[in-house]
């Protein structure tokens, strides 16, 4: 196996305080020191000097790759409910080999931007392989969306033979309490925990998905009833907020993370606690689709499991993560947060707050025995390199590495 020196004016364990004139040390695939230079033991290894900060490889919580193709619709300008209607007809022209395209543009915009590991929520199961030469770590979550329940015996048998036949890490994504029928959103979490695997529904985007969970009208009534989709909730709703429902359904859990929480009270976020639920984040998509704020100074001051994703360039102006934290970072302080010290909270839930959101142990950290993903920005090393991070480091990526290679490399300005 070959060992590199990976070296930088900083480097960032997130696990840790920063290590000033520090050095990676990778064998292969998998980290074995990290630490000052000068006490790494690196004889033999290929040695890299890197400009700016080093630092784990970043986890984008939530995102669809399959839509990279979409990114004209992030700029549409259209009301959520109406952009769920474009895309969907819009999705009627893709073939497979467009899908796949599409995906393997997304893939290599996170890679350009220094994200290694992901949640991709994928729709059509054309794109897993895209994925799984992709190398890059996390799962992708096959979505279960548009189902009645009459439907969901036939849907069932194609969900478990598309998950028997991926060849990379999968995961069940029952869409949203508003695209699913009641055995079909029972039956996919039960599928998922027959076999292990990870959950990830999106969950309290928008107060009409509210209205709709709540007493089955609104935007999202009309829009099933105008495509014959008719769901149970269309009979008089649940009578519950959007997360006591997940819960009945048995969404929730450590072995789960949902999308947006945007419309969640104090009562909702005790609930994602006590399940062991993490939130990812997605607010420039929110802002996008006029979804509202998420409570992020909430989500954080009653220390609720937190990660970051981009969504899909689709609803978000690109799939750069340091775009996405310095966003989240101005909307909490907006909400009163405390300014000191949150670009670390914030740099730590895009790595390893993602990797708790997919039950990772070794992603999103410096640490031996840890996976070689690394990711380096041309940033000021002077002062505290979280806040040099958040505040400069978007589109300044000159390095990605994953899996140990260098699959992204620019030349620093």
């Known amino acids: 196996m070959s060992r590199t020196l990976h070296c930088a004016p900083v480097v960032v364990p997130v696990e840790g305080e920063p290590v000033r004139d520090g050095a990676v040390l990778a064998d292969g695939d998998r980290i074995v020191a990290v630490g000052p230079r000068s006490e790494i033991d690196a004889n033999g290894a290929r040695v890299r000097d890197w400009p700016g900060v080093l630092l784990p490889g970043l986890v984008n919580a939530h995102t669809h790759l399959q839509y990279t193709d979409f990114a004209d619709l992030a700029t549409s300008g259209l009301p959520f409910a109406l952009w769920i209607r474009t895309l969907t007809e819009r999705r009627r022209a893709f073939g497979d080999a467009q899908w796949r395209e599409s995906a393997r543009r997304g893939v290599h915009e996170a890679l350009r931007t220094g994200t290694t590991c992901v949640a991709d929520v994928v729709t059509d199961a054309a794109v897993l392989p895209v994925l799984a030469r992709s190398g890059l770590a996390g799962t992708a979550y096959v979505e279960v969306v548009g189902v009645v329940s009459a439907r969901w015996p036939e ?10 036949a991926a060849s990379s890490s999968v995961g069940v994504s029952p869409h949203a309490l ?9 039956g996919a979490v039960a599928l998922a925990r027959e076999r292990g695997l990870r959950l990830h529904p999106h969950l309290a985007e928008t107060r009409d998905e509210g209205e709709y969970v709540t007493s089955g009208t609104g935007p ?3 829009f099933t009833r105008s495509i014959d989709m008719m769901f149970e909730l269309l009979d008089g709703g649940s009578g519950r907020h959007p997360v006591d429902e997940a819960d009945a359904l048995g969404w929730l859990g450590p072995d789960a993370h949902v999308a947006h929480g945007v419309h969640v009270d104090a009562a909702g976020r005790a609930t994602l606690r006590e399940r062991g639920t993490a939130v ?3 607010v420039r998509s929110n802002a996008v689709l006029g979804a509202g704020d998420a409570p992020v100074a909430a989500y954080l001051a009653e220390g609720s499991p937190v990660a970051i994703g981009t969504d899909s360039r689709a609803s978000s102006p690109s799939l750069d993560m340091i775009e996405e934290v310095r ?3 101005e909307l909490t302080v907006s909400q009163g947060f405390p300014p000191n010290g949150l670009s670390r909270r914030l740099v730590e839930a895009a790595t390893i707050g993602g990797a708790y959101a997919l039950g990772l142990a070794d992603a999103g950290r410096l640490a031996p025995g840890g996976r070689a993903d690394l990711a380096v ?16 480091g978007a589109g300044r990526c000159v390095a990605t590495v994953l899996g140990g290679r260098i699959v992204h490399r620019r030349v620093a300005s």
């Open 155 to 164: 849907v069932r048998a194609r969900l478990a033979a598309t998950l028997d």
């Open 178 to 186: 508003y695209s699913l029928g009641t055995d079909a959103a029972r």
């Open 220 to 222: 999202f009534a009309d």
């Open 280 to 282: 990812a984040l997605c």
């Open 327 to 329: 966003a989240v970072r």
């Open 377 to 392: 920005f041309d940033v000021p090393t002077e002062g505290d390199p979280y806040d040099a991070l958040v505040a400069h």
